[in-house]
């Protein structure tokens, strides 16, 4: 089973009416600053040392998935016996502890919808044959086959 992009956007859509979908790339940043604030600001003040403010696009406008992938580049190009290195290594620790922290956050299934019965149905008839490939960062598939 692959689960796309897609995978999990009716059970946020079902969310999102309560108030607890977990955010989207594009608002990753906006809704962790809300729910995680002393998180974000650790992330924001490493941010802020890694790249001097980047004041034409400042952190607030990143998405998510590109602060991560421009992070980790430049962690990979960075000696870490250096100033500059254990700066970037430790805005991508962060970046990680607010990823864990927000999608905790606003990741709560409490009762399943069909989306997740569904995903739990399929792992139930062949856990042993089945594998699962998701490009998702969200918890919800993962919930979802724990759940069955």
Known sequence: MVLGAGASISEMEALSHEGE???????FLRVSEICCPQQYTVVKDSFEAVWGGFEPCPMKWQRMEQLFASTYLRY???DTRTKEGRLVRDLL????????DTLTATTDLGKPSQHIQLLAEIA????SSLAVLS???DV?????????
């Open 21 to 27: 979908a977990p955010p989207t790339d594009a608002s």
């Open 76 to 78: 990979l190009r960075s």
């Open 93 to 100: 620790d962060g970046l990680v502890i607010l990823l864990r």
């Open 124 to 127: 139930s008839h062949s856990p």
């Open 135 to 137: 490009f998702n960062y």
């Open 140 to 148: 919800l598939a993962d919930r979802a086959l724990r759940y069955g």
